[in-house]
């Protein structure tokens, strides 16, 4: 069964960093690229960005170039979400996401809120 766990959210102040992990399991995680997504309250899911299988393809949203950073280590079935300069408008659900056979598959996120 595929199954996807995010963690390392927090209560941040603005500028600060933080970096989230999404663990992978029930599936051939080094065969498939991974996502991430945020959501707010009230509005749909948004791709902040992907990295392929072997890491070797990366890209981001628009808002997501300057300050964040996908990377994945498929020795431990991890790929991360390296987030910097924090912002208020950062606050949101982190999900990571894969597509195995057609069907996608969300963890059950990680919240983040950014906050003075």
């Known amino acids: 069964q595929v199954h996807l766990v995010e963690s390392g959210g927090g209560l941040m102040q603005p500028g600060g960093s933080l970096r989230l992990s999404c663990v992978g399991s029930g599936f051939s995680f080094s065969t498939y690229p991974i996502s991430w997504y945020r959501q707010t309250p009230g509005k749909e899911r948004d791709l902040i960005g992907f990295?392929?299988?072997?890491?070797?393809?990366?890209a981001y949203a628009d808002f997501a170039k300057e300050r964040f950073t996908i990377s994945r280590d498929n020795f431990v079935s991890t790929v991360y979400l390296q987030m910097n300069n924090l912002q208020f408008e950062d606050t949101a659900v982190y999900y990571c996401?894969?597509?195995?056979?057609?069907?996608?598959?969300w963890g059950q996120g990680t919240q983040v809120a950014v906050s003075s």
């Open positions: 996401n894969v597509r195995v056979n057609a069907r996608d598959y």
């Open positions: 990295v392929s299988n072997d890491a070797g393809s990366v």
